[in-house]
């Protein structure tokens, strides 16, 4: 063929594609690894919700039907500890230690802060924040479903004197993540009471 010829040759149409799925009877391949991907995406999210102690409403059951919770009204973890009990099971919080199947005593709830380390120049580079939570469980006729334990939590964290206000603000978070944790602690131990025997 001549270069004129080639130059000015009509061009080819380009093939037709074929509509999603027709070329496979009707199977979209990529909607199924699409799906495929959401399903596992889906899984993985549900494991770590597990793994990281999440519990759907009802998931946890309790050999008692009815509880009272023995702890100052007015301290912090009352509060999230009756809300996370009554989110976890089936389990009735009622307002008098009467009408409970057992009592639940949370006693001596303490933060304690101390230096763990040093500079060379004496000053501290870290300190450490100890959590300590008394707790037990028994019933009206004075038996122990559960016998008296203390629970203590630790995290640390460095301190820099240019960054006061904001080594304030880490100091109160972990706090209130200790205490979330301290909780959920209390909610896993419940799960091991049962009724005395004697």
């Known amino acids: 063929m001549s270069w004129s010829k080639r130059c000015f ?12 799925g027709h070329a496979l009877g009707g199977y979209d391949e990529s909607a199924a690894r699409s799906a495929g991907a959401r399903l596992l995406v889906a899984l993985a999210l549900s494991g ?13 059951t309790y050999a008692f039907p009815t509880l009272y919770v023995n ?4 301290a912090p973890i009352t509060g999230e500890l009756k809300r996370s009990l009554e989110a976890a099971s089936g389990t ?20 304690d802060k101390q230096v763990l380390s040093l500079t060379s120049g004496g000053r501290v580079r870290e300190y450490q924040l100890i959590k300590r939570v008394g707790v037990s469980l028994h019933d009206s006729e004075g038996r122990d479903w559960l016998p008296a334990a203390t629970i203590t939590i630790t995290r640390s964290y460095t301190f820099n004197e240019s960054e006061v206000l904001a080594r304030e603000h880490e100091e109160t978070r972990m706090l209130k993540e200790m205490q979330t944790d301290a ?15 004697a």
Do not use: E, M, Y
């Open 71 to 74: 702890s100052p009204p007015t």
């Open 48 to 60: 770590a919700l597990v793994g990281c102690g999440f519990h759907l409403r009802g998931d946890v």
């Open 183 to 197: 909780v959920q602690q209390i909610v896993r131990r419940l799960q091991a009471a049962k009724k005395p025997t």
């Open 92 to 111: 009735h919080i009622v307002d008098s230690a009467k009408d409970a199947a057992v009592i639940l005593d949370v006693t001596n709830v303490t933060d």
């Open 9 to 20: 040759a009509r061009p080819q149409a380009p093939p037709r594609l074929q509509p999603r």
